[in-house]
């Protein structure tokens, strides 16, 4: 029995994917389904369903893959005591907000490729949710996320808060007296994003707490979207204050101080066990995005 047959099979079980497994090891497809071969061979049981699409485990798989687990974290813990010097190399998959901007990310990749040049990054962008459901699935292997800062994390999880987000809701820059309260915003309705934004869902309890339902005008994901109908007048909006200060000279927007109503988002690096070092690089990487929610390194 080999460990690197055994880990084909962890990983195509995770992933249920024959390609995205390739792509995580760095191997070819067809390597994936010998070494996965070789590890049933080496036990003589069948341990994939391969009448399924995706990929399933049998009764006996799905156990042999629950000692497998074990036994790759075990291996993963022993790497990581000689692995620490070593400069990290291979594929790293990374989820990001989708509020997160382009002059934040771009110099953070360039620093990236120049201090870890063998490292390959791939980046994906979603909703917390969805992104911890990546993690949780062994889809990703590191995470930046905007929650709540009592979010309870999956024991499996390292969780790091990295400083709050100050969250504003914003209104047209037209000159109209602001509201002073939550329940004052109600007549004028919402411009958010889809279901599924934690910004929203925020939103959403506070006016439940109120007894208001959710009016909401448009629903449109992107940050420059939303600023350019909230400038035209259709309606008010919540975003990391950070974006409204920053945002396109050609949005003429405000936020709105609300005197019951002062929402916070925490952020946060979120991965399972890594390998020493790649959990340096992790923690560059993320330390620089966080940059953009906090100009000039302010943690607030």
Excluded at 45 to 69: A, E, F, H, I, N
Excluded at 152 to 180: Q, S
């Amino acid at each position: 029995m080999k460990l690197d047959d055994l880990q084909a099979f962890v990983t195509l079980v995770q992933l249920q994917s024959t390609q995205q497994t390739a792509e995580k090891l760095g191997l070819t497809q067809p390597a994936v389904t010998r070494r996965v071969q070789n590890f049933e061979e080496s036990l003589g049981v069948q341990l994939l369903d391969r009448q399924t699409k995706p990929l399933k485990p049998t009764s006996l798989g799905w156990q042999v893959y629950q000692q497998c687990q074990r036994i790759a974290g075990q291996v993963n813990e022993l790497n990581q005591l000689v692995a620490t010097d070593a400069p990290p190399s291979g594929v790293l998959r990374f989820g990001l907000p989708h509020t997160l901007s382009d002059t934040t990310l771009l110099p953070a990749l360039a620093l990236m490729q120049s201090r870890y040049p063998h490292l390959q990054l791939r980046l994906n962008s979603g909703w917390g949710d969805r992104l911890l459901g990546s993690l949780d699935q062994a889809a990703l292997d590191a995470a930046l996320l905007l929650a709540p800062a009592d979010k309870i994390f999956n024991d499996a999880l390292n969780a790091t808060a990295l400083g709050t987000v100050p969250l504003a809701i914003v209104t047209a820059d037209d000159g109209e007296p602001l509201p002073a309260t939550l329940a004052a915003c109600y007549k004028t309705g919402w411009i958010l994003n889809p279901d599924g934004c934690g910004f929203r869902a925020t939103l959403a309890r506070a006016l439940a707490d109120r007894g208001l339902p959710l009016t909401l005008n448009v629903e449109v994901q992107g940050v420059a979207m939303q600023l350019a109908l909230i400038a035209a007048g259709r309606g008010l909006g919540i975003m990391p204050e950070i974006l409204v200060k920053h945002g396109s000279p050609q949005h003429r927007v405000r936020s709105v101080p609300l005197a019951d109503f002062a929402p916070i988002s925490q952020l946060w690096l979120v991965h399972p066990s890594l390998p020493a070092n790649q959990q340096a690089a992790v923690a560059v990487f993320a330390t620089e995005l966080a940059k953009g929610y906090h100009p000039g390194g302010d943690r607030h």
